[in-house]
C-alpha cells in the first residue's frame, strides 16, 4: 500500500500533540499505518523519530501544568497528556529525566524561580 510520507507525519504530530502520552502503537493505528512504517515516514521526512517528537511535545506541554499555581494534581497533569495511568508517566519521566514526576516538578519551578 503507498502512503504519503509526508502526511503520514503531520497525522501523527497533530495526533501526538493533542495527546503526547498516548502509546506510539496507539498513534500509528491511528493514522492507519504499523508502527514500522509510521517510523519510516518519520526517517523519510527528517532526522527524528516519533518517539523523539513526542517526547519533545510531552516536555513542552507537561511544564506549564507542572509549575501553574494553583499546582495542578499529578492526576490532572497525565490525563492532560494523554498518559493511560500514573505509572505510564512516571515510567516515562525516570526515563526521560531520570526523576520521578515530583521530581521533575521541582526542577522546573527550581528553574523558574518558584519556591
Given at each position: 500500500?503507498?502512503y504519503?510520507?509526508?502526511?503520514?507525519v503531520?497525522a501523527a504530530?497533530?495526533?501526538?500533540?493533542?495527546?503526547?502520552?498516548?502509546?506510539?502503537?496507539?498513534?500509528?493505528?491511528?493514522?492507519?499505518?504499523s508502527?514500522?512504517?509510521?517510523?519510516?515516514?518519520?526517517?523519510?521526512?527528517?532526522?527524528?523519530?516519533?518517539?523523539?517528537?513526542?517526547?519533545?511535545?510531552?516536555?513542552?506541554r507537561?511544564?506549564?501544568?507542572?509549575?501553574?499555581?494553583p499546582p495542578?494534581?499529578?492526576?490532572?497533569?497525565?490525563?492532560?497528556?494523554?498518559f493511560?495511568?500514573?505509572?505510564?508517566?512516571?515510567?516515562?519521566?525516570?526515563?526521560q529525566?531520570?526523576?520521578?514526576?515530583?521530581?521533575?516538578?521541582?526542577?522546573?519551578?527550581r528553574?523558574?524561580?518558584?519556591?
Open positions: 500500500m503507498a504519503d510520507a509526508r502526511l503520514v503531520h504530530v497533530e495526533l501526538m500533540r493533542a495527546a503526547p502520552g498516548r502509546p506510539l502503537a496507539v498513534v500509528a493505528t491511528e493514522c492507519g499505518v508502527r514500522h512504517t509510521l517510523a519510516r515516514a518519520f526517517t523519510r521526512c527528517g532526522p527524528v523519530s516519533p518517539a523523539e517528537v513526542r517526547d519533545f511535545l510531552m516536555h513542552q507537561m511544564e506549564a501544568p507542572m509549575t501553574a499555581v495542578k494534581t499529578i492526576k490532572e497533569i497525565i490525563d492532560g497528556l494523554g493511560a495511568t500514573a505509572q505510564s508517566f512516571a515510567q516515562w519521566a525516570k526515563r529525566d531520570g526523576m520521578v514526576p515530583g521530581a521533575v516538578r521541582a526542577e522546573l519551578r528553574r523558574r524561580g518558584d519556591r
